[in-house]
C-alpha cells in the first residue's frame, strides 16, 4: 500500500506540475499577446509620424518659394534675399502682405502677380520679365513642365495653377498676426 500511496503522490505532484506549468505557459503567451496587442498601435503611432514627417518634407508649396522665389524675397520671405541688393526696387515682405491688406490674404491679386496677370496685354514679350523686375513665373511653369513632361499627355493650365495655389498657400501660412 505504501507503494500505490507514493504513486498517488508522484502522480499528483506531476499533475500539478503539469498544471503550474500550462498556467505559466498560458500566462506567458497572454503577456506576449498582450505586448503585440501594445506594440501594435505604437507602430501605427510610428507610422502615422513618419508620414506627416513625408508630407512636411513635400511641403510643395514652400519648395516653390525656396527654388523661385527666395532668392529674392528670402528664405524667410522678408524681402532680404541675397539677389535683393542688386534690384532697383527691394522686394516686399511677403510675410505681412495680409497686414498690409486689412487682415485679408489677397489670394486673387496675388495669383495674377505670380501668373503674369497683372501685367498689361502685350507686356509679356517685353522681356524675360515682362515690364516688372519679377519674373513672370505662369510662363516659365509652363516651359518647364513642357520640358518635363515632353509629349505625355497633361494640362498645362492645371499644372500651372496648381504651383501657383500651392505656392499662394505657403504664403498665406507665413503670415504675420
Not at 507514493?6 to 498556467?23: D, E, F, P
Not at 503577456?31 to 508630407?55: F, I, T, W, Y
Request: with cysteine; net charge positive.
Amino acid at each position: 500500500m505504501p507503494i500505490h500511496r507514493n504513486t498517488s503522490r508522484r502522480a499528483q505532484a506531476t499533475k500539478t506540475a503539469i498544471y503550474v506549468a500550462t498556467l505559466t505557459i498560458g500566462a506567458a503567451l497572454a503577456a506576449l499577446g498582450s505586448l503585440a496587442a501594445h506594440a501594435q498601435p505604437r507602430d501605427d503611432m510610428r507610422e502615422q509620424r513618419r508620414d506627416q514627417q513625408r508630407l512636411q518634407a513635400q511641403d510643395f508649396g514652400q519648395r516653390e518659394f525656396n527654388a523661385n522665389c527666395a532668392a529674392c524675397h528670402g528664405m524667410d520671405a522678408k524681402g532680404r534675399g541675397p539677389v535683393a541688393g542688386f534690384l532697383t526696387k527691394n522686394p516686399p515682405d511677403l510675410t505681412t502682405v495680409a497686414k498690409r491688406n486689412g487682415g485679408v490674404f489677397p489670394m486673387d491679386r496675388l495669383y495674377r502677380v505670380v501668373d503674369g496677370g497683372d501685367l498689361p496685354e502685350g507686356a509679356q514679350s517685353a522681356g524675360p520679365h515682362g515690364n516688372r523686375e519679377m519674373p513672370i513665373w505662369g510662363r516659365d511653369y509652363r516651359v518647364r513642365d513642357a520640358e518635363y513632361f515632353g509629349d505625355a499627355p497633361y494640362n498645362p493650365d492645371a499644372m500651372v495653377r496648381g504651383r501657383i495655389l500651392a505656392l499662394l498657400e505657403y504664403l498665406n501660412r507665413v503670415q504675420v498676426k
